[in-house]
Every structure is written in C-alpha cells, then in structure tokens.
C-alpha cells in the first residue's frame, strides 16, 4: 500500500485588518466543494499554549517572553495538528506561520534578535510552507476595518502595523519562490478571487 501523496502547506499572512482570515474561511469552504479535506487552522493556535500567547499580548509581557511562546504553541500546533494532516496527504491552511514571528516580533523586540536568530529557533522541526500568501494592506485602512471588534489586539496601530507591513515585504523580496502578494486594498470578492487562485496554483 503507498502512503498519501504528502499534503501542501499554504500560510496566509498580513497585517491585522488585511482580510486574511476572513478569506482564508471562505477558501477552506471552496476547497472542500471542490472534494479535498482541507484543514484549516491559525496561530496563535486554538490550545492551552495559543492562550497563553493571547494572554502575553494583550497583558503585555516582555516581547522576549511571547516570542518564546510563540515557538512553544506553533512546537504543539505542528506536532499535534499540522504534520499529521500533511502526512495524511490534507491540504493545511494556516492564518499566521513563522513569517509573522519574524516580522511582528521583529518589530516588538527593536532589534534584540534578529531574524535569522529567530528562524533558527524553528531548525530541525518546523516545515517551512510551500506557499505563503501575503496580504499586503495600506495599515490605516487595515486598522479602520477593526474598529469593530470587540477584542481589539494591542497590535492594532497604523504606525506599529507600518513597520511590520515593512517587515513582511522584505521578506518576500528574500523569499520570492515562497510568497505570493496580494492586493489587500481591494474589494473582498475581487481579494477572495485572487486568494483562491494563488491557493488552487500551489495545490495542483
């Protein structure tokens, strides 16, 4: 008997505010009309160690103490939920991954590690996605489409989130063979459409 074909890991990132979860759900649900399995997931993850990351951020520890739970709930979060669906041969789609360590802490930590310090945290573990989508949103109006949540991130700020917009697009020009960006400015349906077909590229 063969094993599975392994499955594609596509990671969905941005800014908050970008449109990326919300889009995420709605492509999860294409691809599952579509016949495949999709898992769908997010980090911080939806275990003891993700609320541990949330209670991190919005009590506002030391930037060095969440970037290490941060590692300790995604250390969980692949070995519990991610491997097993790849291995299984699922596609994984997965809002927030290694990219939003490196850039958003990047920002928290004002240079205290750099990001190769930070990756190589994950040596030896984590899988690297075969496909990130990045979001890419003006940060004004990434925070003006949260105002409506009722749980507001400390991260939500237009000059915070503008560096780690900075952040995230140095990445990409370091990585142009894994990411994929997005207009995160325009309307929703036409940023769904866009999504799903970087998504149903990376899978085929």
Do not use: N
Request: hydrophobic letters at 45%.
């Amino acid at each position: 008997m063969t094993s599975p074909r392994r499955g594609r890991f596509v990671v969905f990132e941005g800014i908050d505010g970008s449109g990326k979860s919300s889009t995420l759900a709605m492509i999860a649900k294409a691809l599952a009309s579509d016949g495949l399995d999709p898992l769908a997931t997010r980090e911080e993850s939806a275990g003891p160690s993700g609320e541990w990351v949330r209670r991190s951020i919005t009590e506002g520890w030391p930037p060095l103490a969440t970037l290490h739970l941060f590692v300790a709930d995604r250390v969980r979060h692949v070995g519990a939920e991610i491997e097993p669906a790849l291995a299984a041969g699922r596609p994984v789609l997965c809002d927030r991954f290694l990219h939003s360590t490196l850039a958003y802490q990047s920002v928290t930590l004002g240079g205290a590690l750099s990001m190769e310090q930070m990756r190589r945290m994950h040596d030896g573990w984590c899988p690297l996605p075969d496909r990130v989508l990045l979001f890419d949103a003006d940060p004004v109006k990434a925070v003006a489409r949260t105002t409506g949540r009722s749980a507001r991130s400390p991260y939500e700020k237009a000059e915070f989130l503008g560096k780690v917009r900075r952040a995230y697009l140095e990445l990409a020009k370091t990585e142009p063979e894994r990411f994929t960006i997005l207009d995160a400015d325009q309307d929703a349906a036409a940023l769904a459409r866009d999504a799903l077909a970087a998504v149903r590229k990376a899978l085929a």
